[in-house]
């Protein structure tokens, strides 16, 4: 970067790679989590100024918020790394919480703006306008496949994986239910669902197998996750409609074919923004208010989830709360000057400088 940034026009520089990062540390494995091999994607850019680089740090942090709130269907909270837990050198770290049923929390992906003290220590410099000499500013960014880990924790049940249509690399599959006489029809009407869905820009897969029944094939298709299936029997083909059933809950409807693009747009929808309130309704309910170190331990103990409590900003006040159940405080408001949810430390008693979020982690 050092030698990409000369001069003012040189900026902003922003570089970005999809790569795989090994980390020899892992003893335990849980996939996608903690791997010795993971997938991931880091940004990093210069700017001539604070103001720039944190405009910078923003926008990468409300993508990830998109990501997951637009594409995953999945609400997360926004927050600040408290300092003792920042990218070593970063002036700030930022980050997107999401929070799994089982009451912990997954660190979605981080934005950091690092001030001036990678660029001093990289000789990231440029030639202004006039002349003088400056210190760029930088960011970085990233978020991993642990993403993808989230989601498969977060919406999937018994039966398998459940994506959210936006993701899902099939989106709708035609299964054709035939008896001897009449699978000729049936399955033409199958193709011509699957034909006018494929000219609408849906993702759909018509299973005309021979050599397996429609159970087998509900069941293999939502093993894997597949948002929406169209059932198509001899009463469908008669009646000139289709029968339409979400993978998340069963629910069914028959429309008219005549219309199944629209039908089908509208019930993606639909299944998505099921997915998106199931998710929203757990973090809701997930989210306590505690103000003792006994209170903390307590509600973590018992629900799981986040805890507000007030806190001093002294690093030791969490290591009761980390020694005794391994939780820890995984993020702070993102605007600083937020008053605390309570006047002292749940820990130490002292003035709380700010609010901490306290809950156990992936
Ligand atoms: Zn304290």
Request: hydrophobic share 35%.
């Amino acid at each position: 970067m050092s030698q990409w940034t000369r001069s003012h026009r040189d900026l902003p520089l922003r570089l970005n790679q999809w790569c795989s990062v090994v980390r020899w540390e892992a003893t335990e494995t849980k996939p996608f989590f903690r791997t010795k091999e993971f997938l991931w994607q880091e940004g990093h850019t210069a700017h001539h100024d604070r103001e720039d680089a944190w405009a910078e740090t923003m926008r990468r942090l409300d993508q990830y918020e998109r990501l997951y709130e637009d594409v995953l269907a999945m609400p997360v909270l926004v927050g600040r790394k408290p300092p003792h837990d920042k990218f070593p050198g970063a002036h700030t770290t930022t980050t997107v919480e999401a929070l799994m049923p089982d009451g912990k929390s997954v660190q979605g992906g981080t934005s950091h703006y690092l001030g001036t003290s990678f660029a001093e220590a990289f000789d990231i410099t440029y030639v202004d306008a006039d002349e003088a000499e400056r210190t760029a500013h930088t960011t970085s960014w990233g978020v991993s496949w642990r993403a993808l880990g989230a989601l498969v924790m977060t919406h999937s049940d018994d039966q398998g994986l459940v994506l959210p249509p936006t993701l899902a690399e099939t989106q709708v599959v035609v299964v054709p239910i035939w008896q001897e006489d009449n699978k000729e029809e049936v399955i033409a009407h199958g193709e011509a669902i699957e034909s006018e869905l494929d000219e609408a820009g849906v993702r759909v897969h018509l299973d005309d197998r021979e050599h397996r029944n429609p159970g087998f094939k509900y069941n293999e298709w939502e093993l894997n996750g597949v948002p929406l299936r169209v059932e198509v029997g001899p009463n469908e083909v008669e009646e000139g409609t289709a029968t339409l059933v979400h993978r998340p809950d069963g629910e069914r409807e028959t429309v008219d074919a005549a219309t199944i693009d629209d039908s089908v747009d509208e019930h993606l929808d639909a299944i998505y923004a099921k997915l998106y309130a199931s998710a929203e309704e757990t973090l809701e309910g997930e989210i306590r208010e505690a103000e003792s170190r006994e209170e903390i331990l307590g509600t973590i103990g018992q629900h799981g989830g986040y805890v507000k409590s007030g806190w001093c900003g002294d690093e030791d006040c969490e290591d009761p709360i980390k020694d005794a159940i391994a939780a820890e405080i995984v993020m702070v408001p993102l605007d600083r000057d937020e008053e605390p949810i309570h006047d002292e430390c749940a820990i130490c008693g002292e003035d709380a400088e700010e609010t901490a979020y306290f809950a156990k982690t992936y």
